[in-house]
Structure formats: C-alpha cells, structure tokens
C-alpha cells in the first residue's frame, strides 16, 4: 500500500503549484521541503508576472506567460499590483537597429488587450521626465508599457494553503535524503529538520521541482539531470524611490531593471553561470556595482538612495550551453526519467515564475495519464486563499481603531481574510500593538500566520507577513517576533534566544554585501540593541555560525 | 498613436495605479526620509505625541519608516498625518535631520489628490475659502465694518493709524499675512507703525493674497504653487529688494519659496528686520524715548516656524529686543520653544488634538508669574490666548509687534 499518489519535492513555485493542482485533482499528495516554503529562488525574484516581452523572438513563450497573466489576475487578483515601466533610450537608432523594437512592440501589442494594458508605446523626453523626473533628460525617448507584479512569497504559500485544504499534506524543514524505486511504489526518505527524525513516504510518482538542486534529486533517484544553474543578484532600496518602473540597458548590454515593489524598489538583476552552493551564495561587489554603475546612466541619482540589502538567487535554467545566458530559452522542460530507466520520476528544468502554474498543469496532466486517471485541471479557475471581493479598508480599520495604513497593507497581503485576521482582536486587543513598525505588522498578523501557516522560524514569518523587511531590516521586530512566536509555539528561552540570532544572521546575509551610507548607521544601532543591550554576542547558545558570517 | 494620446492613456494608468510623480523639488525631500534609521528618539519629543500618545498619532517615525515609503498608498495615511502640527522639533532632534515638515506635506499633497474625501473636513471648507478669495480667512463682507473693526483694535491697544500705500520700487514689502490681513488687525497696523517710524520705505500690496502655507499644509500643492507664483509676480512688479512679514508661518514658508523658485529676494520677520537691519542701537534709543507704561513681566512663546523652520537665532533677537524696553522684564519659561499646537493646520479639523499639545505649556507659563506673554506670530497669541483663559488665567497675551509698538514714542 502506498500512502502518496503523487510526492512533490520542492516548495517554491513550482513544487506548490504543482501539490495544488495535484490536490484540487484528487491526488492524494505530498510535499516535502527542505527548508520553508519560497525559502530560495523564487524568494529571490522580483515577483514580476512577466508578459514575456524579453522573449519575443519565442512567441509561444510569450502567448504562455500572457495567458498566465490573465489566470493570475483571476485567482490571486488580491495580491497583484501594476508598474509602469519606462524604458529611455539615449539614441533613437538604438531602437530601430536591426527591426528589435518593431518586433517586440508587435509582440507585446498582439497580446496587450488580454492582459488588460495598453500596446507599447513611445513618449516624449519631456514626457518621460514628467512622470519620472530621476531620468536622466539626455534621452531621444521612453518606450513605455506596463507590467503585473506578484508578491512571490504570498504566491507560493497561498498555493501550498490550498493544496492542504483540499487534501495534500504539506511538510516544511524535511530535506530528502534517498530515493528507492521499490515496486510498485518510490520510497522517499527524509530527514525532518524540526523533530530531528529520518522519516520515509512511499508515493507512486515523483514530481522534483528542486530548482536549482533538482539535479541532487533526480542523482538520489540515479537519474541523470542536467541543469544550467545561473544566479542573479537584487539590490533592494529602502521605499519607492521611483514613480515607475525603470528599464535599461547594463554595462554589457543585458537588460536590468528598476522596479518599485511593495513598499521597496529593486534594482535586478545580474546574470552568472554559477557553480557554487546555492545555499551560501552572497551578492559580490561586482554585482552590485555592475547594477548601480548600468543605472547610473539613466537615474543617476540611484548611489544617493538607501540600499537595506541585496538578495541573491539561482535560477534552473534549461541546460543550453555555449550560448549567453539570454539566449537560452524561458521556457521549461519536463524530463520524464522512465527513459533513463529510472520510472515514476519526473523532473523539471527552466521555468519561470509567470509559468508555475502552466508548468503544474502540465505535470499534473502526465501524473494523471500515468496514474491512469481522469482529472481536470482546475488551477486556473479556483481562487488561491483570500481573493474575492473588495475590502473596504477604511470600514475595518474604523471597526477596530486600527491605523488605516496598518490595515490597508494587512489586506495587500491577505485580501478577504484581512477580517479574520482584525476578529483576532475582539478577544484580545493587545494584539492590534505594532511588531514589525515599518511595514507595519501587527500582532494578530503574526498569531494568525503562526496558527494557519505552518511557519517554524521567525524568517519563516517574514516571507508570511513581510516582517523585517523593511529599513530597519529587524531591529526593532526581531525580539517582539521571538517572543511571539515562544509563546504560540511553545519554545524555551534558549530557543527564544536561537530564533533572534537565527533572523538576524539570515538578515545579515543580505545587509552585508551592499552596507554603506546611511544604512552603516542603522547597523550601528541594531548591533547596540542586540550585541550591547541584549548581550546576545555574549551567550553560551548551541549556535554555529551561518557560512557567510565572518569568524570573531 | 500620436504622443498626446499616448500621454493621455499613460496618465489614465498612473491615475488608475494612484501614482502621483515626484515632481523634482520633492526628490530631496524623499532622499531626506530614507535617512531614518527607526531609532525612535523623535518620539520622546514629539508634541503631539506627548499629548495624545502613538495609538492616535504615531508619531515621525512612523511617518518616515512606515508612512512615506510607497506613495501609491499614502490614501491610507490620511488618519494620522494630518495630525501632525509641523512643528519641526522631530527634525531638530533627529540624528539625521529627517526633514520630516516637508514629508508630511509630500505625503499629503497625494492624500489630496487621491482621495479628495479623506482630507479632514475642516480643511476641505478652509480650501473653499481660499479657492474663492485666495485668502486663508473669509474676508470682511462690509469694508466698513473691516475699518471700524481695525480701528477698534487700533483704539484697544492705543495706537495711531498709519495710512496704507502702495509703493511701486519701494525698499520693503511689508506682508501681514492673511490673519494680520483679516482677523488680528492689530498686528498689521503695529507693523505698519513700527516701518513708519523708523522711516522705513515700505509699500503694502494693491491686493492681499494667501501665501500658500494653507495650501501647503492642506495637501492643495497645486493652489499652494500658484499662490506662491502669483505673490511673486506682485513682488516682481513693486519691485521690492526686501519682504518683511509678522507671521511665523508666512515667515518660513516665503523663504522656503523664495529659494525653491529662485525668487531672489530675502524674506524677514518683522523681528529680524529689527535687530539685523534696524540694529539694536536704533531701536534701544527709540525704546528710551518711548512710553513707560507700567512695569511688564513677560514671559515669551517662540514660534515654530521661526525657530526651527527659519533660525533659531530669531528667539535670540526677541530677547534681545525685549530687554531693550525699559520697565519690561522677560522670564523663562522653560516651555517657549514647545509647540502650541496651532500648526499644521490641526486645529482646524481636530482642536482636541491642538489643544492637547498647548495644554503642556500652560502650567509652566502660569508658573512664571508673568502678567504678560509674547509671541511673534498671530496664530500663536491667538492659540494661547484662548487656552490660557480657557484655564482661567489671566496672563494677557500679544502679538510682540503690537507689544514692541506700544513701546515707541507715538509722535516724532
């Protein structure tokens, strides 16, 4: 007897899309992740629901991702917003060389009205600088079109929420270990990080969506996976420091970016062939100095802005080699390994974000014909948790003397369960006080995550709630999440401890490659509370240093 | 499609999306918000604050962290940062100067255009005023009962009428300001009396208009603007070297103009006209000359908008003036600097708050058993004055160009 139809190993997005559309189908389901869910690549992403635009020479990638858009804005309309884009060129010629811009605007135009946003068109400099006066004015003109952006995190737990409510079982912190092809079923065997127990599930079929450690995955299993793993950097800004997005040309002529996301702007993204561990790797100075030096050129005021952090990430791109990472396809394989003798294990490569859903579809469909079942997919035409009708901010925040702005970011996360979240407060008001204050969270936020979303760490509760992400990365949340969290999960004062050098080691992570400016100060200030008030530095924890913290 | 229509279906996005551009003088003023490293020090000083606690306001901090970082959803923020009195103390204290008086208008300037419907109601009916008479306070229906109403302040405080003129290269402007304009006429003509007597060459505008501040504060940037560029074209055209004003708020707020537009002309509060220009000297043998009325202790509110909107020097200078006129003695209070709760167009949609804030100055200005309290500003004396009596006391309280006038030899 097996206990799993399907084994999902993987929760970014593409393993929860997957588990949910195998739950929805009436797959009996699991999925295993190792760390948290969106804990890598995808944490790492813009949350673009790309329209495809950079990919017009492969248009059905482009007629896939506009499609997706479209289903996006159906099932998770609630945690979608729109950014214009300008894109200056500095030379008209540069637009008109070689028929690119005739092609890409054609494309994107062919596609525009389904999205819901207007053909690309081409602006005047005096335009451009009305709408975006950081522009450089020593322009020809701005092309201009308009893209939808996703909160990533939100996505993918949202995905895995849903695949547990129609049945799947979802398992976070249990990293697998080994892979038997025992007949009929797989055996998979897992090592669960939080009990500390190897614990084992036999599934009829695999799913690996490891991302970039799918080719671990698929070697447990003795199956050959070739991946072209390439990592990119963000640079992330302390607020919106710009109206619209920003496009343009790099140093090397790549296209980067500058996009106002949630409350912050991101400055991405480089692209490098990598080698190394995905799990250690940090944004280089060359990196960020490839970004700050492309942007330059077109906001030049970008070294003034305030960076808090870079985020590093590997994407698994679809093993094409000697070519430029841009001229490999963004389209995704599905490696089915019954011809490499190796049965009842399917792999993904490449994909992107936009696709998690087409790619699942697509997976589940050959799950289903290989299980011998009859299933219809329903994961674009279900709502994804908390999407529905409009929340009247304004109501609830007067309902329950809340701040409104509190309240109107609670339902940018959680759109109809923003009054499940408020109705915390009726038995206890002391929950409505402010834990994260910049952007902001309050306290019932963190209950409710804690008590529906299966989060284990206090970085667990930042990918729910977007705790300490903003300027003051941590500091003055960090200690009011731990002790949350103790109290709803019960933890010791040791562990208490653990979870805050926990978080903030994870935070320094991204803080250290780009400190500089003003973000020196506020560094000063976290080290004081947390070193010199909190004596943190000065505690006989069990606790090993994180590989990219440098040794006292 | 052509450019226009191209522009147009942007527009219709960015207003779709809620964003309203930066325009490029609020580019510094975002670059000022991304210092604040959340420290919380500005909370212990904050007025408001202090007088209604976080849970109501929540204070600068959370103006510059959490508040001002994504425009598209400043809308939401209307509950708590038309609160603020942009009183400026959060800038003084702040370890990187968040220029935090300027945010809040930034901020506001996109809750006005967002969402019309949450700028408090107070101020949608001052808006209306000044949108039909360009003028912070209705003015008077019957120029009559203006005049008799002036000359009955004029009476009350025992001072002459100096005619009104209208000098086209004169040296100065003098510019009252809308409440010296219409409500506390006194203060006009005390200016009026103190530039006459010191032969000073000044001219008043043909016609009064607003400077802007209102506007500003209220989050109407675009009528703030034109204000602004309206009074400098009357400027332009008497051909004026200097401006010299009796409100604080006018004060600052012509300066901050006069160098965002590149007016090229300096702004002066009355007081500062006095000791830098006027000169101490001048004034301490005009003081001797001048009437002795009784002995006067006197104690002093100095205004935000001088004090930490223009220069903190400005409340040297009215100490200085002060102990110039014999009989008058000045006492601290320990409070003159904190702020009485009248800025930032509070009062109008929340008095409570307003009168919160100013209550914390009340108790330590009774304790100075002073008979008397000055302040350079009409708003300020107006906003104590009925606070103090309120508690019952009986401190009388003057605009200080009324104060200094009274103090002048009345015939030359």
Redesign the interface.
């Known amino acids: 007897m097996t206990d799993y139809d399907v084994i999902v190993i993987g929760g970014g997005s593409t393993g929860t899309a997957v588990a949910r559309d195998c739950a929805l189908r009436g797959l009996k389901t699991l999925l295993l992740e190792r760390d948290d869910i969106a804990s890598a690549t995808v944490g790492t992403c813009a949350g673009m629901i790309s329209s495809g635009f950079k990919y017009y020479d492969e248009p059905d990638i482009m007629d896939m991702c506009s499609q997706e858009v479209v289903y996006f804005r159906r099932i998770a309309r609630h945690i979608i ?4 884009i300008l894109m200056p060129f500095s030379e008209l010629e540069e637009l008109t060389r070689g028929g690119e811009a005739s092609s890409f605007t054609d494309e994107y135009a062919k596609r525009a009205k389904e999205r819901g ?3 690309v ?4 400099p005096e ?1 451009s600088l ?5 522009l450089n004015p020593d322009m020809a003109a701005c092309l ?1 079109y ?1 893209e939808y952006f996703i909160d990533p995190f939100r996505l993918c737990l949202l995905q895995a929420i849903d695949a547990k409510q129609h049945g799947a079982t979802i398992k976070t912190y249990c990293e697998v270990t080994g892979i038997e092809a025992t007949k009929p079923a797989k055996r998979v065997t897992f090592y669960n990080r939080a009990t500390r127990q190897v614990e084992c599930a036999d599934g009829k079929l695999i799913v690996n969506a490891g991302g970039p450690w799918a080719g671990k995955v698929a070697a447990m299993a003795g199956a050959p996976l070739d991946l072209r793993l390439n990592k990119g950097a963000h640079v992330i800004l ?4 710009v ?2 997005g920003i496009s343009s040309k790099a140093a090397d002529g790549r296209w980067i970016y500058l996009y ?1 996301h ?3 702007t991101l400055l991405g993204t480089t692209a490098l062939d990598t080698w190394e561990d995905p799990d250690v790797i940090v944004a280089s100075h060359d990196e960020i100095e490839y970004l700050l030096k492309s942007m330059e050129w077109v906001v030049p ?1 970008i070294r ?3 960076i808090i952090r870079t985020m590093e990430g590997v994407r698994p791109l679809v093993p094409e080699w000697k070519r430029s990472e841009d001229k490999v396809t963004r389209g995704y394989r599905i490696i089915d390994h019954e011809k490499d003798g190796v049965d009842g294990l399917i792999s993904f490569t490449g994909g992107k974000l936009v696709m998690c859903r087409h790619m699942a579809e697509a997976v589940t469909n050959l799950v289903s014909k290989k299980l011998g079942r009859e299933t219809v997919c329903r994961t674009h035409l279900d709502s994804l948790p908390g999407n529905g009708a409009d929340v009247d ?2 109501a609830l ?1 007067a309902e329950y ?1 809340l ?3 509190a ?3 609670l339902r ?1 996360r959680r759109g109809t369960e923003t009054s499940a979240v408020l109705a915390l407060t009726k038995e206890h008001p002391e929950w409505k006080s402010t834990i994260c ?4 969270v309050i306290e019932a936020e963190l209950r409710y995550a804690i008590r529906n979303e299966f989060p284990q760490t206090i970085g667990d509760l930042r990918r729910r709630v977007r705790l300490g992400t ?3 990365q941590g ?2 949340c960090t200690f009011k999440a731990a002790a949350v969290l103790a109290e709803e999960l019960d933890l010791s004062g040791e562990q208490y401890q653990l979870e805050m050098i926990d978080f903030l080691a994870e935070r320094w992570k991204g803080k250290r490659p780009p400190m500089r400016g ?1 973000q020196l ?2 560094e000063e ?1 976290t080290q004081g509370l947390y070193a010199c008030v909190a004596n943190l530095d000065h505690t006989d924890l069990p606790y090993e240093l994180k590989p990219w913290e440098e040794a006292a | ?1 052509s ?1 226009e229509e ?2 147009r ?2 527009s219709a ?2 207003e ?2 809620r ?6 003088d609020e ?1 510094e003023v ?2 000022s ?8 020090l500005c909370l212990n000083h904050c007025p408001v604050v202090r007088a209604v606690g976080v ?1 109501r306001f ?1 204070g600068p ?2 103006i510059a ?9 400043f809308w ?5 940062v038309y609160l603020c009195t942009s009183c400026g103390t959060c800038r003084e204290v702040c ?2 100067n968040v220029n935090m008086p300027d945010i809040v208008n930034m901020v506001r300037a996109r809750i006005f255009k967002q969402r019309p419907d ?1 700028v408090p109601r107070g101020l949608r009916a001052v808006r209306e005023t000044i949108a039909k008479y360009s003028l912070a306070f209705e003015p008077w229906e019957d120029p009559n009962e203006k005049t008799e109403s002036r000359d009955a302040r004029l009476q009350a405080a025992g001072l002459p009428f100096i005619k009104d003129r209208t000098v086209k290269g004169a040296e100065v402007l003098f510019y009252p300001g809308c409440q010296a304009e219409e409500r506390a006429q006194e203060v006009k003509e005390a200016a009026k009396f103190i530039l006459n007597y010191f032969g000073v060459d000044f001219t008043l505008l043909e016609e009064m208009s607003c400077c802007g501040l209102p506007s500003r504060l209220i989050g109407d940037d675009e009528t703030s603007r034109s204000l602004a560029a309206r009074l400098r074209e009357k400027v332009n055209l008497l051909g004026v070297k200097k401006i010299v004003t009796t409100c604080a708020g006018c004060t600052s707020n012509l300066s901050d103009m006069s160098v965002r537009d590149n007016w090229g002309v300096p702004v002066y509060h009355l007081i500062e006209f006095l000791a830098e220009e006027i000169g101490l000297e001048r004034l301490s043998e005009a003081f001797t000359e001048g009437s002795r009325a009784g002995e006067v202790l006197t104690t002093i509110h100095d205004p935000c908008h001088l004090i930490r909107h223009t220069s903190r020097q400005i409340s040297d200078h009215v100490i200085a003036v002060l102990n110039l006129i014999p009989n008058v003695t000045v006492v601290p209070s320990g409070v003159a600097d904190s702020c009485c709760g009248g800025g930032g167009m509070v009062g109008y949609h929340s008095r409570d708050v307003a009168d919160a804030v100013v209550a914390y100055n009340l108790g330590p200005i009774s304790a100075t058993k002073a008979n008397r309290l000055v302040a350079p500003c009409p708003l300020c004396t107006a906003q104590i004055e009925r606070n103090l009596f309120n508690t019952g006391s009986d401190i009388q309280v003057d605009d200080l160009a009324v104060f200094i006038a009274q103090r002048l030899p009345q015939e030359r």
């Open positions: 917003m729109k950014d214009p946003v207007p053909p068109m081409f602006l005047s335009q009305s709408i975006e006066p950081s201009y308009e302390d607020r919106r420091i109206n619209v106002p949630e409350n912050t005021s003034q802005a305030r901010v304004l925040a003397g701040s409104q702005h309240v109107e970011r940018a204050t910049c952007e902001p903003g300027p003051c500091t003055f003003g100060g506020q200030l | 499609m450019e191209a522009y279906t942007v996005t960015l779709q999306e964003i309203i551009p930066f325009k490029t580019l975002v670059r918000a991304e210092k604040c490293v959340n420290c919380g849970d929540s901090r959370s962290v959490e508040l001002s970082r994504s425009p598209p959803d939401s923020t209307a509950d708590k370890p990187f949450l």
